[in-house]
Structure formats: structure tokens, C-alpha cells
């Protein structure tokens, strides 16, 4: 009974931003560290080598750099599509499917109405019909909730299902060739619905798209009104109602634009880059986008880093398993044991560890 | 007494929250069979100084001593074992098991437990001080102050005998209150030594031994209770003198505001809530409305403000020049675009009236977002109002940028009714306004209430403190089961007539 605790842990109220700054870049650099030690015992490679083969596979020649562009901004895309509901704490995890559901807009319009109609007509018919598409995707389960409160989660997650099997079956429809069981590259000989390059790339424009949309969700969850309102309801309902603001309406609005913008990762992807359909197009960057919008706080300014940080562990863990011809779980438990460190440190700025002062003797 | 070893000894206590320090250097002692209060102003660090007794925090410095010697308190089962219990504000009772279930829960014994034998001692225990609870009713089906006794009964189960309580009586009506000091005065007859955190100086004067007062999370001083008064207590409490007479200005020229006919109204499991009331809320006056809690005021208030289904009747607010305008059917959105500025002080301040995790500036927002110029919100002009919501009232807060849930009760309640009163309402609705604010604070909101009433507002005051209420209000409305007992004038009524109201219809006693 009679003794200090050896540490004991107690709350942070307020932590300045450099020091912030510090613990974090110390959990990087522990948890690269750790990742190297790790890779020593296992593996027997020199660490150093496998991180240099790491930044390689990412900034190594332009053509990865344009890839890893292209990956941060479809991730950051979604991404900042489900900032927006995520404040105001209504768990969208239908992202993929959402997603997927723009790209099938974007595809249908591509494929029925290509050589028809003039290119910039059909390009602005696909954008309205993606949008439409994703947007559609996420306001029903946005009503469920307004109306009956039903659990989004469970509503939005099993619409990716439904995504993925009519996607399914509308790849059967539009089969090239007839059996082959995929669409392939759509329009190849006209290019009609191909979004136009910029700068010599097909990349660029999807970035300078997303760089945007990015700015332009910044100013609209800080700034604008709805972004007031739908703070307030992600905080409390009752003070929603006290202030007549509309919570359903709010609700529905907001899974509207969270939707809409899935929807334009959707043509982002078909339209700008693959110029095809399939099932995996979106391949579950509607779920890593819910941890990138974690991780940055809902912040789509931040956002932008640690889509960053995943896309490159991604890309740099696919990397050393090709090289080193290592088993392809090696890279994630790269990415996983990184991850761990970032969370991790989340408990480090939120509390504080005393440890016990060794020069006090008790009587 | 003066001879024996304190029970509790505290020595140069300091406990910080990173740069805050919410206690000082703080000594003193408790003998046993004493009531100790520890009296002070919000946030001057009393429920903090009691948390690391009871184990929940760990001080930075300092020492405890139990009986002479000294202690390390980690954990709130270090403290059951030196006899250390304390009640918390908010109670941690499980709802769905019984009350001899939640008792016994978390103890640790070798031996095959048996509820019986429990059972036997949870009576046993209940009959030695008077406790009147059933060890087998569900918490759920009881009342705030029945949970309370349980709270109380389990800290006993434990052998505590050095009790903690804070703000005991924050929750309960002044019968209950007195039910619960007949049971300390019980305990402290048995030899147990009770600590009591309170505001209400009228209970430290009637309960305690002794008082122990904090300001700013430092000692002050300590008085012997038969030899203190309540200006005394208050001037060492706030430190500097202050007068404790409420004013009660004559209305000037009272018209008739609001009319409300005939409200009835359900809550969403069907319950009638409200039954027929009928009252009129006239300008330049302020209407109190008394009750026990739960009867009916929450849903009252929230219906004139348009937060409330309606099942019937009419509320009506009458303009300038005497026409009506109907609210009922009208969300608040709706009665601001009719020109109608009604201000709303809810019981619940940060789960309605505020948003915890926003900062002052984006609560000053709530009411005016819409202001801006098109889609954007008008940040600047509610960041001026924090600034001046701060420094009129003497907010306690770091900045206008700090989250309002770090701020204590009575700061929180400063920044509601800071907000609600800079529109300009013509009406105020008040719940609870002083609901866990010290002398100080209250006065300050009472003051508010008066300038708003002599600005010609009619305020609505829900109120808890029958002794405020007679002393603060023009007109009294009695509620008792969702239905008006009656209306009474503030300045020609006593105390004993409102007790009798609010629990029994029209206050007979042969209404039963």
C-alpha cells in the first residue's frame, strides 16, 4: 500500500502544436525502426535496402511518381466524400459501392450513347449521370436513417454488395467480346468519353480535379452553413432541433454530396484513366478512405498527407514483396505494424505518463 | 476530540491538469464523527480535491494520512480498503440490475458469494440509519433519490466510514433533503466522518460541524459552523464582500405576451405529460414556475419554444399592438421568421443548449449562422459576442477559442445565458438557470433576469430553490403532475403553501 505508483496516467487538457508534431514524427521513426528490426530477424535483408526499394517503387521513375499521383487522388477523392458525413457522425462505409455506382453511370453513358452524340455532350452527360448515380446510392440508406433511424452502417456497407453484383451483371451485358465475361477498354478506337489529357498525361487532370474538390470541401466544412449545421447535428441532435436547424433535411443533404463526390471518383476512374468496368475497379478505397478521413481528423486538408502515407505504403510494400521476392502478407505487416504507431501515438497527445520521482523517500 | 488523531489528514496537496492547476497546496483535517462541508465556487476544485481521496485522480504533490499514517491512494479500491467512500455527482449504478446487485458488484471474495447473506446486510444496514430502500428493486424503477441511497448503501456495505458526497442534494426536492441529513446526522452519531460538498449555504449552516472553504483551488479558510453565517461563509467563499438580498423591481406597465390555453402534451411513449394549462406570461415580469422536477416543466417550456408535439391547445404570442400570433405547429426556425425573438435557457445546457466540443465563438453561432452572406456563415460578429459574453460576465475560460465542455458547470451556464439575453428577446424561458452555479454565479443571473424584466421581457423562470423563487419571481405557477396546482403572487406567499401545491392539487389536503 505504502508506495507511489510507478506511473500513473492522466489526461492531457491541451498540448501545443509543435510538440504534437514531435510525438508523431517520433512514432514514424520508431515504428520505421521497429519495421527494420522486424525485417532483420525475418527476412535477413538490410533494412535500409528495403526501404530504399520502398521509395524507389514510389518515386522511382515518372511514371510511378504519375501512379502514385493518380492512387492519392482517387483515394483523397473518396476520402473527402465521406469527411462530410463522417462529422456529422453518420458512419458511411458504402463508399465503394458509391463509387462503383458513379462508374457504372459513367460507363452506361459511355457505352450506349458513345459515337451518338458529341463528345463534349457526352462527357457532360456521363458527369451528370455519375454524380446522379452515387449520389442516389447514398441517399438511401441517408433516408432510412431520416426517417425510421435505421443503423447506417450495416444499410451502407451491404449497399456495396448490391454495387458490386449489378456492376456484375452489367458486365455480363456489355461483355467485348461476347463470352469473354469483361467489357474491356471501352470506345478503344474513338475515344469517345475519354476525358481529354493535359500536360501530356491522362493522370493530371484527375489530380487538378481532386486538388479542388479537395479546397473546395475545405471551405465548405469550415466555412459554409451547411457545413455549420452539419457539424451540429453530428454533435447533437437536441441542439440541432433547439436551433431549427433540419435535422432530416441536413441528413439526406449531406449523404447527397458524400454520395455525389464517390460518384465522381467513380468517373475519375472510367472516365479519366481505366476507360473500362469491373467489379474491383474501385478495389475497397471506399473503406481506406474511412481511415484516412480518420486519421486526418475529418480535415480534408490533412487528408491530402495521409492519403499520402497510405497510398505510399501501399505502393511501397507491393514493391518489396516483388523485389525481394518476399510473401505478399510482408507488406502488410509493414503497412500494419506503421499504422499501429500512428494511431498509437493519438494516446500519447491525448494523455500524459508520470513516472514516479525516484528522489522522494517516504517516511 | 481536539486530542485525537484526525481521521483524515490532507498535507500540501496539489493536483494540475497539464497547465492548469486545479488544486493548490491544499491541507486540512477531518475528525471523526464530524460533517465537514468544503464549500466554493464552481471550479475552485473541491470535487477534484475529493477525486484524489477517493482514488479517481492521483495528486502531483502531497501527502494523505488515514488515521496518522500516510497513504498512497491509486485506485477507488485502495480507498474502500482505508474506509473511503465517496458518492459522485452522477451516479454509477448499472440500470438493469436491483439495487442489492449494484451494492455487492466488484467486490472481491474468495468464498462462494451469497446474495442472501448480502441481503441480510444491506437490511441490517438500512435499518441501522434509516435508509428506506428495496434491495431487490430494479434501478431503473427508481427515483434520483432512491439511486442516491443505494449509492450511499454501497459505500456503507464497504465499511466506509470516512463518506464523501458531492452535491448530494443538487437532485433532490427539500423533503428529500431533509430525509437524507436526518441519515447523516445518523451516520455521524455511529462515529463516521462525512465530508459534504455543497453550494447551498442554508444546508452547510443546518448539517455541518465544520466548513472547509476553497477559492480558486487553494485553501482559504476554515470556520466552526455554529460560529459562521452565510455572508461570512459567502465573503470568504468569493473573497470579496457581497450582498445576498435578490431585488424584485414592480413590473412596469405588464402587458400580456404569451397566452397559452389548454396545452396538452404527450411525450413519445404516449405519456400526458401536460394536462390542460392555461396561463398568461405578461411583459416586464418574471413567472416562476415550481415543481417537482419532472413534473411537467421541461415539456411546458419546450412547447412554448417549438420544441414540443403538441396534442392540443393554443400558445399565443401577443404583439405590440395586440394582435396573436399562434406558435403552435411552429418549429423555433420558424417562430424567429415570424419576428418572434424567444430565447431559450435549457435545463440541459451542453446537450441541447451548446455544443460541448465547439469552442465559444461557434456557440455564439447557434443563433446567428444564418446571418451570413450567402452560403457562407458570419464568423466574425460571433466571436466579437464571446469576447463580450466573456468579459461582461466573467467567464473563467483560457480563450473565445476553447471547447465550452472544458469550461465548469457555472461558466458553461454563463455562456448560454449570455448568448440567449444578446438578441434582444422579448421572451426568456429559463430552466434550471442556476443549477449547479455557486452564490456567485447565481447572483449574477439573477441580476440578468431582473435587467432583462425591466428591459420589459417577460421571463419565464423554472426554478428549483423554493427560497429564490419567492424572493425572485412576480408570479408563481405551481405545477404537480403536468397540471397547473395554481398561481400565486410572488410577494404575498409562503414557502410551506408552494410545498404543499407541488405536491398535492390545489394544495388541500384532502385532494388525495
Redesign the interface.
Known amino acids: ?5 510507478l506511473i ?1 496516467i ?6 501545443v502544436w509543435y510538440r504534437a508534431w514531435l510525438v508523431r514524427i517520433i512514432a514514424v521513426v520508431l515504428a520505421l525502426v521497429v519495421c527494420g528490426l522486424i525485417t532483420m530477424v525475418m527476412t535477413g535483408l538490410d533494412p535500409i535496402k528495403v526501404y530504399a526499394a520502398m521509395i524507389d517503387g514510389t518515386f522511382g521513375t515518372a511514371r510511378r511518381v504519375w501512379m502514385l499521383l493518380q492512387n492519392i487522388a482517387i483515394l483523397l477523392c473518396i476520402s473527402i466524400a465521406l469527411a462530410p458525413a463522417f462529422r456529422m457522425r453518420f458512419w458511411n462505409l458504402g463508399g465503394d459501392g458509391q463509387a462503383l455506382m458513379g462508374a457504372l453511370g459513367a460507363a452506361a453513358v459511355m457505352i450506349l450513347l458513345g459515337d451518338k452524340i458529341p463528345n463534349w455532350l457526352l462527357i457532360l452527360v456521363m458527369v451528370v449521370v455519375s454524380i446522379a448515380a452515387g449520389a442516389f446510392w447514398a441517399v438511401i440508406p441517408a433516408f432510412f436513417k431520416a426517417r425510421w433511424n435505421t443503423n447506417e452502417t450495416l444499410f451502407t456497407l451491404m449497399m456495396n454488395y448490391v454495387a458490386i453484383q449489378l456492376v456484375a451483371f452489367f458486365v455480363i451485358v456489355w461483355e467485348v467480346p461476347k463470352g469473354a465475361g469483361k467489357i474491356g477498354i471501352i470506345n478503344q478506337n474513338s475515344n469517345a468519353g475519354w476525358f481529354p489529357q493535359i500536360g501530356g498525361s491522362k493522370y493530371l487532370l484527375n489530380v487538378i480535379i481532386v486538388a479542388i474538390l479537395t479546397i473546395v470541401m475545405f471551405i465548405y466544412m469550415k ?7 452539419l ?2 447535428v453530428g ?2 441532435e ?2 440541432a ?6 435535422v432530416r433535411k441536413v441528413i439526406i443533404r449531406t449523404m447527397v454530396l458524400s454520395g455525389a463526390l464517390c460518384g465522381v471518383a467513380g468517373l475519375l476512374l472510367v472516365g479519366g484513366t481505366d476507360h473500362t468496368l469491373t467489379t474491383t475497379l474501385v478495389g475497397g478505397r471506399g473503406f481506406t478512405g474511412v481511415m484516412v478521413a480518420w486519421l486526418a481528423k475529418f480535415n480534408p486538408v490533412f487528408m491530402v498527407i495521409t492519403s499520402f502515407l497510405i497510398v505510399f505504403l501501399q505502393r511501397g510494400a507491393t514493391e518489396i514483396t516483388t523485389t525481394f521476392g518476399l510473401n505478399q502478407s510482408y507488406g502488410d505487416i509493414i503497412t500494419g505494424i506503421i499504422l499501429f504507431f500512428i494511431i498509437g501515438c493519438e494516446f500519447f497527445l491525448n494523455y ?1 505518463i ?1 513516472f514516479r520521482k525516484s528522489h522522494k523517500e ?2 | 476530540m481536539e486530542n485525537q488523531v484526525p481521521v483524515l489528514q490532507l498535507k500540501h496537496i496539489t493536483k494540475r ?4 492547476t486545479a488544486n493548490e497546496d491544499v491541507s486540512m483535517d477531518v475528525h471523526q464523527g464530524e460533517i465537514l462541508a468544503l464549500l466554493g465556487e464552481n471550479g475552485s476544485g473541491k470535487t477534484t480535491l475529493m477525486n484524489a481521496i477517493a482514488g479517481i ?2 495528486p ?1 504533490e502531497g501527502e494523505i494520512l488515514v488515521r496518522g ?4 491512494i ?1 485506485s477507488p479500491r ?1 480507498a474502500f ?1 482505508l474506509g473511503i467512500g465517496m458518492i459522485h455527482q452522477h451516479f454509477k449504478l448499472i440500470d438493469v440490475l436491483t439495487a442489492a446487485e449494484n451494492i455487492v458488484l466488484g467486490l472481491k471474495d474468495k468464498r462462494r458469494f451469497d446474495l442472501k447473506a448480502a441481503n441480510a446486510k444491506i437490511t441490517e444496514i438500512c435499518e441501522k440509519y434509516g435508509f428506506d430502500i428495496d434491495p431487490n428493486q430494479k434501478i431503473y424503477d427508481m427515483s434520483v433519490s432512491q439511486k442516491q441511497t443505494v449509492e450511499i448503501v454501497k459505500v456503507l456495505f464497504r465499511g466506509a466510514d470516512i463518506l464523501i458526497l458531492d452535491e448530494p442534494t443538487a437532485v433532490l426536492t427539500p423533503q428529500e433533503t431533509d430525509k437524507l441529513f436526518h441519515i447523516l446526522r445518523n451516520m455521524k452519531a455511529d462515529g463516521k466522518s462525512i465530508i459534504i460538498i455543497t453550494h447551498k449555504l442554508n444546508e452547510v449552516l443546518d448539517i455541518s460541524d465544520r466548513v472547509v472553504i476553497l477559492r480558486k483551488g487553494k485553501y482559504i479558510c476554515e470556520f466552526v459552523t455554529a460560529e459562521a453565517d452565510a455572508q461570512k461563509l459567502t465573503d470568504a467563499m468569493v473573497g470579496h464582500a457581497v450582498t445576498l438580498n435578490i431585488d424584485r423591481p414592480e413590473p412596469v406597465d405588464p402587458k400580456d405576451r404569451i397566452r397559452v390555453k389548454g396545452l396538452t402534451v404527450k411525450n413519445s411513449d404516449g405519456v400526458l405529460k401536460l394536462k390542460d394549462i392555461s396561463f398568461t406570461a405578461r411583459t416586464g415580469e418574471i413567472l416562476g414556475i415550481a415543481g417537482i422536477s419532472g413534473n411537467g416543466q421541461k415539456e411546458l417550456l419546450e412547447s412554448i ?3 414540443q408535439k403538441i396534442e392540443s391547445g393554443s400558445i399565443a404570442y401577443v404583439n405590440e399592438d395586440g394582435t396573436e400570433k399562434e406558435l403552435v405547429g411552429l ?6 421568421d415570424l419576428g418572434v425573438t424567444l430565447s ?1 435557457v ?1 435545463e ?1 445546457r ?9 469552442n465559444l465563438g ?1 456557440n455564439m ?3 446567428t ?2 446571418h ?1 452572406h450567402g ?3 458570419d ?1 466574425k460578429a460571433p466571436y466579437q459576442l464571446a469576447e463580450q459574453v466573456v468579459k461582461e460576465l466573467e467567464v473563467n475560460t483560457p480563450s473565445v477559442r476553447t471547447a465550452v465542455r ?1 469550461l465548469s458547470g457555472g461558466n458553461v451556464q454563463k455562456v448560454l445565458v449570455g448568448r440567449e439575453i444578446s438578441s434582444a428577446p422579448t421572451v426568456l424561458l429559463t430552466a434550471y438557470a442556476v443549477r449547479g452555479l455557486d452564490i456567485n454565479s447565481s447572483y449574477i443571473i439573477y441580476d440578468l433576469m431582473n435587467k432583462q424584466k425591466e428591459r420589459g421581457v417577460a421571463v419565464i423562470y423554472v426554478g428549483e430553490d423554493l427560497d429564490v423563487l419567492l424572493e425572485l419571481c412576480d408570479r408563481i405557477l405551481v405545477l404537480c403532475d403536468g397540471q397547473v396546482s395554481g398561481i400565486l403572487d410572488g410577494r404575498d406567499v409562503d414557502k410551506q403553501q408552494v410545498g404543499m401545491m407541488m405536491t398535492r392539487l390545489g394544495g388541500g389536503e384532502a385532494n388525495e
Open positions: 500500500m505504502n508506495k507511489v505508483p500513473h492522466s489526461r492531457r487538457k491541451d498540448i466555412y459554409s452553413k451547411h457545413g455549420y449545421e457539424s451540429v454533435e447533437s437536441p441542439t432541433r433547439y436551433v431549427g436547424i433540419k500524459r508520470n517516504v517516511a | 491538469f497539464g497547465n492548469i485522480y492521483y502531483e499514517k500516510e497513504v498512497s491509486n485502495d480498503e419554444a417549438g420544441l418549429d423555433p426556425k420558424k417562430i424567429t431559450f435549457p440541459d451542453l446537450g441541447m443548449g451548446l455544443v460541448g466540443n465547439m461557434e453561432m447557434l443563433r449562422f444564418r451570413g452560403l457562407f456563415t464568423r472544458k
